[in-house]
T-cell receptor, first 114, second 111 residues
Framework: EAQVTQNPRYLITVTGKKLTVTCSQNMNHEYMSWYRQDPGLGLRQIYYSMNVEVTDKGDVPEGYKVSRKEKRNFPLILESPSPNQTSLYFC?????????????FGNGTRLTVT | GQNIDQPTEMTATEGAIVQINCTYQTSGFNGLFWYQQHAGEAPTFLSYNVLDGLEEKGRFSSFLSRSKGYSYLLLKELQMKDSASYLCAVRDGDSWGKFQFGAGTQVVVTP
Protein backbone atom coordinates (compact mmCIF):
# COMPACT_ATOMS: atom_id res chain seq x y z
CA GLU A 1 0.00 0.00 0.00
CA ALA A 2 1.31 3.45 -0.96
CA GLN A 3 1.83 5.44 2.19
CA VAL A 4 3.84 7.83 4.32
CA THR A 5 4.79 6.26 7.64
CA GLN A 6 5.72 8.27 10.71
CA ASN A 7 7.01 6.89 13.97
CA PRO A 8 6.23 7.15 16.77
CA ARG A 9 2.56 8.17 16.81
CA TYR A 10 2.82 9.48 20.34
CA LEU A 11 5.88 10.66 22.25
CA ILE A 12 6.26 12.20 25.68
CA THR A 13 9.73 13.43 26.57
CA VAL A 14 11.52 15.87 28.82
CA THR A 15 13.19 19.16 28.01
CA GLY A 16 16.62 18.77 26.48
CA LYS A 17 16.49 15.08 25.63
CA LYS A 18 17.34 14.63 21.95
CA LEU A 19 14.74 12.84 19.86
CA THR A 20 14.12 11.79 16.29
CA VAL A 21 10.80 11.36 14.54
CA THR A 22 11.12 9.12 11.51
CA CYS A 23 9.29 9.52 8.21
CA SER A 24 9.40 7.06 5.34
CA GLN A 25 7.50 6.93 2.05
CA ASN A 26 7.27 4.01 -0.37
CA MET A 27 6.05 5.96 -3.42
CA ASN A 28 9.43 7.04 -4.82
CA HIS A 29 8.47 10.66 -4.20
CA GLU A 30 11.09 13.34 -4.79
CA TYR A 31 9.67 15.92 -2.41
CA MET A 32 9.23 15.57 1.36
CA SER A 33 8.41 18.07 4.08
CA TRP A 34 7.63 18.45 7.77
CA TYR A 35 4.86 20.48 9.39
CA ARG A 36 3.67 21.21 12.87
CA GLN A 37 0.01 21.82 13.62
CA ASP A 38 -1.12 23.92 16.56
CA PRO A 39 -4.67 25.04 17.43
CA GLY A 40 -5.62 28.25 15.67
CA LEU A 41 -2.37 28.36 13.69
CA GLY A 42 -2.90 25.64 11.14
CA LEU A 43 -0.07 23.72 9.54
CA ARG A 44 3.28 25.49 9.56
CA GLN A 45 6.15 24.22 7.45
CA ILE A 46 9.35 23.36 9.30
CA TYR A 47 11.68 22.03 6.60
CA TYR A 48 11.36 20.60 3.13
CA SER A 49 13.48 18.60 0.73
CA MET A 50 13.23 18.76 -3.04
CA ASN A 51 15.37 15.64 -3.46
CA VAL A 52 18.16 13.61 -1.89
CA GLU A 53 20.77 15.76 -0.12
CA VAL A 54 18.72 18.94 -0.76
CA THR A 55 16.97 20.50 2.23
CA ASP A 56 15.61 24.00 2.87
CA LYS A 57 14.01 25.89 5.72
CA GLY A 58 10.31 26.45 5.93
CA ASP A 59 8.66 29.09 8.08
CA VAL A 60 9.48 27.69 11.53
CA PRO A 61 12.84 25.83 11.35
CA GLU A 62 14.31 26.99 14.67
CA GLY A 63 15.05 24.12 17.03
CA TYR A 64 14.76 21.44 14.34
CA LYS A 65 17.11 19.61 12.01
CA VAL A 66 16.48 17.28 9.09
CA SER A 67 18.47 15.12 6.74
CA ARG A 68 17.73 13.45 3.40
CA LYS A 69 20.36 10.81 2.80
CA GLU A 70 17.97 8.48 0.97
CA LYS A 71 14.96 9.25 -1.16
CA ARG A 72 12.49 7.40 1.03
CA ASN A 73 13.48 8.75 4.46
CA PHE A 74 13.27 12.23 5.94
CA PRO A 75 13.78 12.21 9.72
CA LEU A 76 13.02 15.20 11.94
CA ILE A 77 15.52 15.77 14.74
CA LEU A 78 15.01 17.83 17.87
CA GLU A 79 18.45 18.21 19.41
CA SER A 80 17.22 19.86 22.61
CA PRO A 81 13.43 19.83 22.78
CA SER A 82 11.61 22.54 24.67
CA PRO A 83 7.97 22.75 25.86
CA ASN A 84 7.09 25.15 23.01
CA GLN A 85 7.77 22.29 20.61
CA THR A 86 4.84 20.38 22.02
CA SER A 87 2.68 19.93 18.94
CA LEU A 88 1.21 17.58 16.35
CA TYR A 89 3.75 16.89 13.62
CA PHE A 90 3.04 15.74 10.08
CA CYS A 91 5.39 14.50 7.43
CA UNK A 92 4.28 14.79 3.80
CA UNK A 93 5.60 13.78 0.40
CA UNK A 94 4.81 14.57 -3.21
CA UNK A 95 5.85 12.92 -6.46
CA UNK A 96 7.29 16.18 -7.75
CA UNK A 97 6.22 19.79 -7.50
CA UNK A 98 5.22 20.40 -11.06
CA UNK A 99 1.52 20.84 -11.81
CA UNK A 100 -0.87 19.70 -9.15
CA UNK A 101 0.94 16.84 -7.48
CA UNK A 102 -0.67 16.84 -4.04
CA UNK A 103 0.95 16.31 -0.69
CA UNK A 104 0.45 12.86 0.87
CA PHE A 105 0.54 13.09 4.65
CA GLY A 106 1.61 10.63 7.30
CA ASN A 107 -0.70 9.91 10.24
CA GLY A 108 1.01 12.38 12.52
CA THR A 109 3.16 12.31 15.64
CA ARG A 110 1.83 13.91 18.78
CA LEU A 111 4.79 15.18 20.77
CA THR A 112 4.64 16.40 24.35
CA VAL A 113 7.71 18.01 25.90
CA THR A 114 7.57 18.49 29.68
CA GLY B 1 5.62 35.22 2.43
CA GLN B 2 1.95 34.50 2.34
CA ASN B 3 -0.98 35.45 4.55
CA ILE B 4 -3.95 33.15 4.21
CA ASP B 5 -7.37 33.81 5.70
CA GLN B 6 -10.36 31.52 5.94
CA PRO B 7 -13.34 31.48 8.30
CA THR B 8 -12.94 29.56 11.52
CA GLU B 9 -16.20 27.65 11.47
CA MET B 10 -19.30 27.12 9.35
CA THR B 11 -22.46 25.16 10.09
CA ALA B 12 -24.80 23.74 7.46
CA THR B 13 -27.59 21.21 7.18
CA GLU B 14 -27.30 17.80 5.60
CA GLY B 15 -28.12 18.05 1.89
CA ALA B 16 -27.32 21.75 1.70
CA ILE B 17 -24.43 23.59 0.01
CA VAL B 18 -21.58 25.34 1.80
CA GLN B 19 -18.98 27.67 0.34
CA ILE B 20 -15.67 28.11 2.16
CA ASN B 21 -13.74 31.21 1.16
CA CYS B 22 -9.98 31.62 1.24
CA THR B 23 -8.10 34.84 0.60
CA TYR B 24 -4.37 35.11 0.31
CA GLN B 25 -1.77 37.85 0.05
CA THR B 26 1.25 36.61 -1.77
CA SER B 27 4.76 37.57 -2.73
CA GLY B 28 4.56 34.81 -5.35
CA PHE B 29 1.97 32.22 -6.30
CA ASN B 30 2.19 28.80 -7.87
CA GLY B 31 -1.01 26.98 -7.11
CA LEU B 32 -3.67 26.63 -4.44
CA PHE B 33 -4.71 23.37 -2.83
CA TRP B 34 -7.65 22.35 -0.67
CA TYR B 35 -7.35 19.55 1.87
CA GLN B 36 -9.86 17.88 4.16
CA GLN B 37 -8.87 16.90 7.67
CA HIS B 38 -11.07 14.86 9.98
CA ALA B 39 -10.41 15.20 13.69
CA GLY B 40 -7.33 13.27 14.73
CA GLU B 41 -6.44 12.30 11.19
CA ALA B 42 -4.06 13.40 8.46
CA PRO B 43 -5.11 15.93 5.80
CA THR B 44 -6.21 14.45 2.49
CA PHE B 45 -6.14 16.16 -0.90
CA LEU B 46 -9.36 17.52 -2.38
CA SER B 47 -8.52 19.90 -5.23
CA TYR B 48 -5.94 22.03 -6.98
CA ASN B 49 -6.19 25.31 -8.88
CA VAL B 50 -3.40 27.16 -10.62
CA LEU B 51 -5.34 28.97 -13.36
CA ASP B 52 -8.40 31.16 -12.87
CA GLY B 53 -11.70 29.38 -12.98
CA LEU B 54 -13.67 26.51 -11.58
CA GLU B 55 -12.51 22.93 -11.08
CA GLU B 56 -15.24 20.39 -10.43
CA LYS B 57 -14.79 17.01 -8.82
CA GLY B 58 -18.02 15.28 -7.96
CA ARG B 59 -19.68 17.02 -5.02
CA PHE B 60 -16.67 19.29 -4.51
CA SER B 61 -15.71 22.28 -6.65
CA SER B 62 -12.98 24.84 -6.23
CA PHE B 63 -12.63 28.28 -7.77
CA LEU B 64 -9.64 30.58 -8.13
CA SER B 65 -9.21 34.25 -8.99
CA ARG B 66 -5.50 35.10 -9.00
CA SER B 67 -6.07 38.81 -9.53
CA LYS B 68 -8.24 38.96 -6.40
CA GLY B 69 -6.16 36.53 -4.34
CA TYR B 70 -9.31 34.54 -3.72
CA SER B 71 -10.47 30.97 -3.82
CA TYR B 72 -13.48 29.06 -2.59
CA LEU B 73 -14.34 25.44 -2.01
CA LEU B 74 -17.95 24.50 -2.69
CA LEU B 75 -19.37 21.42 -1.02
CA LYS B 76 -22.69 20.29 -2.47
CA GLU B 77 -25.24 17.77 -1.17
CA LEU B 78 -23.64 17.84 2.24
CA GLN B 79 -23.33 14.55 4.09
CA MET B 80 -22.63 13.98 7.78
CA LYS B 81 -19.21 12.57 6.87
CA ASP B 82 -18.28 15.99 5.41
CA SER B 83 -17.99 17.34 8.97
CA ALA B 84 -14.28 18.12 9.06
CA SER B 85 -11.73 20.92 8.85
CA TYR B 86 -10.97 22.25 5.37
CA LEU B 87 -7.50 23.65 4.77
CA CYS B 88 -6.53 26.13 2.09
CA ALA B 89 -2.83 25.95 1.08
CA VAL B 90 -0.81 28.13 -1.27
CA ARG B 91 2.44 27.10 -2.93
CA ASP B 92 5.05 29.81 -3.07
CA GLY B 93 5.83 31.11 -6.55
CA ASP B 94 9.46 31.89 -5.74
CA SER B 95 10.32 28.76 -3.74
CA TRP B 96 8.25 25.88 -5.07
CA GLY B 97 8.95 23.72 -2.06
CA LYS B 98 7.35 26.20 0.33
CA PHE B 99 3.71 25.91 1.24
CA GLN B 100 1.59 28.08 3.49
CA PHE B 101 -1.63 26.81 5.02
CA GLY B 102 -4.61 28.68 6.36
CA ALA B 103 -5.74 27.84 9.88
CA GLY B 104 -8.60 25.75 8.53
CA THR B 105 -12.38 26.05 8.45
CA GLN B 106 -14.30 23.66 10.66
CA VAL B 107 -17.50 22.61 8.88
CA VAL B 108 -20.22 21.16 11.06
CA VAL B 109 -23.00 19.31 9.25
CA THR B 110 -26.23 18.97 11.21
CA PRO B 111 -29.08 16.52 10.54
Amino acid sequence: EAQVTQNPRYLITVTGKKLTVTCSQNMNHEYMSWYRQDPGLGLRQIYYSMNVEVTDKGDVPEGYKVSRKEKRNFPLILESPSPNQTSLYFCASSLRLGSGSPLHFGNGTRLTVT
Amino acid sequence: GQNIDQPTEMTATEGAIVQINCTYQTSGFNGLFWYQQHAGEAPTFLSYNVLDGLEEKGRFSSFLSRSKGYSYLLLKELQMKDSASYLCAVRDGDSWGKFQFGAGTQVVVTP
